[in-house]
């Protein structure tokens, strides 16, 4: 059952994300982090409908749901962050720089876009018909690097797609006070095809990015996908100032809550057992593996 499915997907990323902010405050963690707790839908979603042996996918400092949707390598990467040398990148990369097959990430905001543009030309150009996914905040629409990006994607028709994750926030900012405009007409203004979708229904969003993938794959042009969506954690560990009733409000809105209605109460037990194992079997060899040289 593909719902059954996505919701262990779901899971499975938001215990990572929370065993995460538990490794920061005991001190086990190198580096910073940001998580992704409350937009899991996204990454599940978007990453369902690709192809992990052909696409590519590009994403930002809030990696790691995106990582473990499209890699499903939840033992390298927790080793990773904890700074050991079975790490994805060797315990080198640490939390926002990540790269292992046809998936990369770079913490430097915005910079991922031209990155993702050129790689879409090159497998344009080889003719792989893979399509080049590159995940945005809505926060890196503030950064020039992203609209030269999308100029190239429309004016070369590029398969690109790009997904913005639109949690209302760039940092702690909300975005009332820093992007002026719609965020879909950024996009349409280089004439390039968007959808936009205010949803944290995982299924619905799937359906949202079969249409977009479905699209860059035959027409071989870009194409920008919006989804609203909200983050319960903080920006980053702690540095949060928003309201507390607003973040509650959204909770109602919790995409594995929304994922849970449709599924027996036995078989979401069932599933989120074997990711609490599995998650337990991780840390375990991440705390002993050695540390990076």
Known sequence: MELARLYGQMYRIRRFEETLLELFSAGKLV???????GQEADAAGVIACLDP????????HRCHGHYLAFTGDLEGLLAEVMG?????????GGSQHLCRGSFYSNGVLGSIAPVATGMALAERERGSG?????????????????????NLAALWRLPLLAVVENNFYAQSTPSRL?????????????????EQLDS???LEIREAAARAVARVRGSGEPFFLVI??????????GDD???????????????????AVGLGGEQRAAIERACEEELAAALAAARAAPDAG
């Open 130 to 150: 893979a399509v080049t996914t590159v995940f945005l905040g809505d926060g890196a629409l503030g950064q020039g690097v992203v609209y030269e990006s999308l």
């Open 53 to 60: 042996e052909r696409d590519i996918v590009f994403s930002n």
């Open 84 to 92: 050991k040398a079975t790490g994805t990148c060797g315990g080198k």
């Open 200 to 202: 944290t229904d995982v």
């Open 178 to 194: 820093q992007l002026a405009g719609g965020i879909p007409d950024r996009a349409r203004a280089f004439g390039i095809e968007t």
């Open 31 to 37: 580096g910073t982090t940001h998580t992704c707790i």
């Open 228 to 237: 609203d969506t909200y983050r319960f954690s903080p920006h980053s560990k």
């Open 241 to 259: 100032h928003r309201d507390p009733a607003e973040i509650e409000a959204r909770r109602l809105r919790d995409p594995l809550t929304v994922a």
